[in-house]
């Protein structure tokens, strides 16, 4: 998991954690489910860029 995933995955989780608040207090947003777009559409990009990385050996640590 990239950064772009890890951002996206606290997004959604502080986003439940909000929608469930908001919920409790009987407050409804409107197109509150949009931020579950955006976070998806963050994990996604951060998935091709996952894909598409070619790690060299460079950023490896070896223990001997």
Same mark, same amino acid.
């Given at each position: 998991?990239?950064?772009?995933?890890?951002?996206?995955?606290?997004? /959604? /989780?502080?986003?439940?954690?909000? *929608?469930?608040?908001?919920? $409790?207090?009987?407050?409804?947003?409107? *197109? $509150?489910?949009?931020?579950?777009?955006?976070?998806?559409?963050? $994990?996604?990009?951060?998935?091709? /860029? *996952?894909?598409?990385?070619?790690?060299?050996?460079?950023?490896?640590?070896?223990?001997?």
């Amino acid at each position: 998991m990239n950064s772009y995933q890890f951002v996206a995955v606290v997004g /959604i /989780i502080m986003s439940v954690g909000a *929608n469930l608040i908001l919920w $409790f207090r009987d407050t409804p947003v409107q *197109n $509150f489910w949009a931020l579950y777009v955006c976070w998806s559409i963050l $994990f996604v990009i951060g998935a091709i /860029i *996952n894909y598409n990385s070619k790690p060299d050996d460079g950023h490896h640590h070896h223990h001997h």
